[in-house]
């Protein structure tokens, strides 16, 4: 590994929004890059949560600078203000990572035909149009203060295949795909990338719930050629290199991360 890819790694936004930071992927990502220097602005839906998840960070990195937000991500107003209140308090964004989502815990699975309105609602309400509200809100800020950046959305495998009994969070996952791909190219030229993670199984509070059935944890792990769960803090590693600066050409793709199960 070359100096030169070091340095450029450690190139990082000076101001990242997180979403879901509170919790899993969110987290473990907020922390990495308070490690690194960057300011964080940490949005998700319990101030509770957020205020463990600050002290936290701040009980390893006690010069990070942090804000947190209580905010659904289905309330673009909410956005809107978030993102306006972080760039008045830390300064302007040039970084976003967005974690926030909800997914079908082993219990919820189930195919269409016995899928709620409301569970489809919640799944495309939080994980597609709520993401979608952050990335507009975060392109429009950036655009507004001409800053060139990088936008890291959490998508996952489920937006790149079927899933059996789990079409609304798969529409959702492939809708944000879909997002990346389509915004990357709009806001290329003005040096704003937008890139995507696709995780297969992650160990994470999102999770841990599914694995109290140990049946559900074999099966997940009989299929994963790695034969394990990834780490929140694998993820976040990934992410740190698709908001720095090695990652400079490298936009619209969504990347696996995935212990080789789509290989
Ligand atoms: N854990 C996995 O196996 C896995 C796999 C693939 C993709 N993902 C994706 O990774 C992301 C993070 O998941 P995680 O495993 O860290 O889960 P998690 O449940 O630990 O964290 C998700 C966070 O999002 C927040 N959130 C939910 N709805 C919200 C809303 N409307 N507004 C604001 N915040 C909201 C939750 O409060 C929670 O803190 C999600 O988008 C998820 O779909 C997870």
Redesign the pocket.
Known sequence: MSLNFIQKVTTLPRVVVV??????????TARSLAKLGCAVSL????LK?LDVAASTIKAETPEARILTTA?????RPGVARWIADTETKLGKISGSF??????NAAHTLKPLTETADEEWDLAI???LT??MNCVKEQVRAMKASGSEGSIV???????LIGTENGSA?TAA?FG?VGLIRSVARETARLGIRVTG????????????DSFENGHFLKQVLAATPAGR??E?EE?ADLGIFLLSGASSYISGSTHTLDGALLA
């Open positions: 979403t879901g930071a509170a919790s899993g992927i969110g987290l473990a949005a998700d839906l319990d949560k905010l659904d991500i289905r309330d967005n974690a926030a989502g909800v997914a309400g939080v994980n709520g993401t959305v959490v998508a996952s495998i489920a937006g969070y996952k944000t993670i696709a995780p297969a199984t992650v160990m994470t509070p999102m999770t841990k769960l990834a929140p993820v």
